[in-house]
């Protein structure tokens, strides 16, 4: 069985920075695309950044140069340092990947993280 476990959320104030990780394990074959996503409380959930196996990346345009998606191929593990936040960066936070097992091929998706940023 596939499980994301997502980990390193927590308040913080405006301008400070926080580094998500997200880490798969199970019976994994393969990892193909991983990504970051968010939903603040009565919004959609939106991609924030994504991560393809060989390393490109593509940002929403709202955390372009602030965010940074990175992923350890070794260690099933992607994840997304946060830098410059502010209050509308107040979300929780989402892993996903799309993930190659003894089950098949799936999009997984963490059970979520909460980021707040206040003073």
């Known amino acids: 069985q596939v499980q994301l476990v997502e980990s390193g959320g927590g308040l913080v104030q405006p301008g400070g920075s926080l580094r998500l990780s997200c880490a798969a394990s199970?019976?994994?074959?393969?990892?193909?695309?991983m990504g970051w996503y968010r939903q603040a409380p009565g919004k959609q959930r939106e991609l924030v950044a994504a991560i393809t196996s060989g390393g490109s990346t593509n940002y929403a345009d709202s955390v372009k140069g602030r965010f940074t998606i990175s992923r350890d191929n070794a260690k099933n593990t992607v994840y997304l340092q946060i830098n410059s936040l502010r209050p509308e960066d107040t979300a929780v936070y989402y892993c996903?990947?799309?993930?190659?097992?003894?089950?098949?091929?799936?999009?997984?998706w963490g059970q979520g993280t909460q980021v707040t940023v206040s003073s």
């Open positions: 996903n990947a799309h993930i190659t097992s003894v089950g098949g091929s799936y999009i997984y």
């Open positions: 199970g019976s994994i074959f393969s990892i193909n695309a």
